[in-house]
């Protein structure tokens, strides 16, 4: 629980950085650009994912995704070794009614 007063919260959000990716295009211009979106924000320490799985429901052949999931987890891995950045990424699973 993160408890601060109303100019302690206005403070703190304005440290946030906010960027959709809708589109696996969007997600790899993205990854491929890290270093220079790093770069340019060095105080960035965490980088936290919503879905990764999202911007891949839209693939026109699903065949492709694990393979891209798999270079997706190459370079978040190499960015979180190499900057000494976390990454968080939140996964939703369907909710399943018991049989």
């Known amino acids: 629980m993160f408890i601060c007063s ?3 919260l206005s403070s703190h959000l304005a ?3 906010f960027i959709r990716l ?3 295009t969007e997600l790899m211009v ?5 270093n220079v979106i790093l770069d340019s924000k060095p ?4 980088l936290v994912f919503n879905s990764l799985s999202f911007p ?4 026109p052949n699903p065949r492709l995704k694990p393979g891209i999931m798999e ?5 978040l ?3 979180s070794a190499v900057r000494q950045l976390a990454v968080n990424i939140y996964f939703f699973l369907p909710h399943v009614q018991p049989g």
């Open 6 to 8: 109303a100019a302690g």
């Open 15 to 17: 440290s946030f950085n």
């Open 22 to 24: 809708l589109s696996p």
């Open 30 to 34: 993205f990854l491929n650009s890290i």
């Open 43 to 46: 105080h960035i320490s965490l």
């Open 56 to 59: 891949f429901s839209t693939l």
């Open 71 to 75: 270079h997706v987890g190459r370079i």
């Open 77 to 79: 891995s190499h960015i």
